[in-house]
């Protein structure tokens, strides 16, 4: 071991995912470098920072902002004065985003926070991993999570920098091209895949096991063609297949995978297990909810009215579709059945799918139009005196979409129709119009669908050739915002990231 890691100082400081293991076991301040880990206790201890930082991933990593806000399903309307922030949000609706905007900033800055960190823990996992199981299953947990976040890094920026080693790692790397980042980290998966805990859906849904793995290596595969300009269309079928040979199944309604108590959902396969006071980063409801929403279910404190679904996003759900229950439309009431009247508007409060614009001046727009118009997502269950975080688990993987990622692949190179009896499952669950003979058009409206608000909706309109398109208020139709820019504070630091992404 490096002379570095002689002796190793515990600082476990307040994170723990109580579904990976137990974190009681009795270990001195100071163990010697070439004893430690020795223990799958040890090795947790070691590893939880780097599974930690997906807990950023929906607020202070800027991820989900970059993914939701930019698409087709989200905007955070400017109010009046309320939720201009110095246009930070239309920026991201209206891809006019650059170099130093926030949530790029803060997506560059989560994964390059879990990077290293995913380093360090592997050179120390390593010392015990051959003497110990436990530890070469933890090893191998923190490599597949180190692709992860590489997955994520050539999503969003294309070439990007590829440390692989905590000590004498270069000071200021260079960026290595996206298909050579991909092939890596994919052999790295598939070479570590067999030494991770073999899953029970339903149990331990925040740790990764072989159906993270595979969950993983299907997005990869179903965006190989943007990464590295080669289709890989039947691997991404194949990854899906070992999926679901794990026994992952639909839960009967669409809403069980996102109620508060979901961490035992056979649905989810990799989670982000937020919890209201030990593990907080899940606030969606306060972002999107009308102040008076407190009423509707029964909340602790107001939201903070915001973020709302595009009009045309909306439009895609049949009447009788039952993944309407997450829209908020129409009429609110209170928890009790009486309508709500917003004082302050002078009306009731009457959500309306018509936003009238992304800016809105008060001089120009009704207080009932400021406050009230947009369609609400209460997708995730908000449970009686919810506050201002929720402890629903979020599902990174889920099984509803591994189904309709493989009828994409079958679709892909079998042509219409081909994926119809997986698209069928899916509309099945949720009442919705069955018509058959599905093109790839209709598979990704029936993404937008079932995945509205996950994460997903930027990569697959670009997989699709979609996310240059116009639409409401978005006029940019630039195919070098596929990619976001390197952020400038990462180049002031390290001149060697240039040339800059094209386009900025």
């Known amino acids: 071991m490096k002379n570095i890691y002689k002796f190793i100082l515990i600082l476990f400081v307040g994170i723990t995912l109580t579904n990976c293991t137990q974190l009681d076991a009795d270990v001195s301040d100071f163990i010697p470098g070439d004893e430690y880990p020795e223990n799958a206790d040890q090795a947790i201890r070691v590893a939880n920072p ?49 170099a130093t905007t926030e949530a790029v900033n803060q997506t560059w800055g989560l994964i390059y ?8 823990a592997i050179e120390l996992l390593e010392v015990g991993a051959e003497a110990s199981p436990e530890v070469a299953q933890v090893l191998a947990q923190t490599i597949v999570s180190r692709a992860y976040y590489y997955f994520l890094a050539i999503d969003n920026f294309g070439d990007v920098p590829f440390p692989l080693t905590f000590t004498g790692v270069d000071e200021f790397p260079s960026r290595t091209p996206r298909a050579e980042v991909f092939n890596t980290i994919v052999q790295q998966i598939l070479d570590n895949v067999d030494l991770l805990p073999v899953p029970v859906p339903g149990i331990s849904s925040s740790a990764i096991n072989q159906g993270t793995a595979y969950a993983l290596l299907a997005k990869l595969y179903l965006n ?49 297990p937020y919890d209201e006071d030990k593990y907080r980063g899940f606030n969606f ?18 939201p903070w009215n915001g973020f709302a679904v595009l009009e045309a996003t909306y439009n895609l759900f049949g009447s009788n579709d039952l993944r309407k229950y997450g829209l ?22 009457v959500f309306t799918p018509n ?42 993987f889920r099984y509803a979409d591994i189904i309709l990622m493989q009828a994409e692949a079958l679709v892909r190179m079998n042509g219409r129709g081909a ?36 994460g997903w909706r930027r990569n697959d309109l670009i997989r699709f050739g979609q996310f240059s398109k116009t639409w409401w208020e978005k006029n ?29």
């Open 328 to 349: 908020l439309v129409g009429q609110q009431k209170t928890v009790t059945g009486v309508d709500i009247i917003d004082e302050v508007a002078g009306a009731n409060l």
């Open 419 to 454: 994926g119809d009896a997986l698209v069928n499952q899916i509309k099945n669950r949720s009442n919705a119009q069955i018509t058959g003979n599905y093109g790839l058009q209709d598979i990704l409206d029936e993404r937008s669908r079932e995945l509205l608000w996950e």
């Open 50 to 98: 780097v599974f930690a930082k997906t807990k950023d991933l929906l607020d202070n990593g800027g991820w989900w902002f970059i993914q939701v806000v930019s698409s087709d399903e989200a905007v955070a309307p400017t109010r009046g004065s309320d939720w201009d922030d110095g246009g930070k949000w239309r920026a991201l609706h209206q891809h006019t985003w650059g």
């Open 476 to 504: 940019d139709n630039d195919i070098n915002h596929n990619l976001l820019p390197v952020p400038q504070y990462a180049i002031n630091a390290n001149s060697n990231l240039l040339p800059q992404n094209p386009g900025y």
């Open 285 to 302: 409801h306060m972002r999107t909810l009308h102040y008076l929403s407190q009423q509707t279910f029964d909340m602790s404190v107001a």
């Open 113 to 120: 926070d879990a990077v290293p960190r995913a380093n360090r």
């Open 355 to 396: 936003i009238p614009a992304i800016l809105m001046p008060a001089s120009d727009y009704s207080s009932a139009e400021l406050r009230n118009s947009g369609v609400r997502i209460a997708k995730w269950e908000i449970k009686a005196g919810a506050r201002d975080n929720l402890s629903n688990d979020f599902a990174i």
């Open 224 to 272: 190989a063609e943007v990464y590295t300009g080669t289709p890989m269309w039947q691997k991404a079928y194949d990854a899906c297949e070992k999926v679901k040979s794990f026994g992952y199944s639909l839960e009967s309604n669409p809403s069980l995978p996102f109620i508060t108590n979901n961490s035992g959902s056979v649905e989810n396969i990799y989670t982000i």
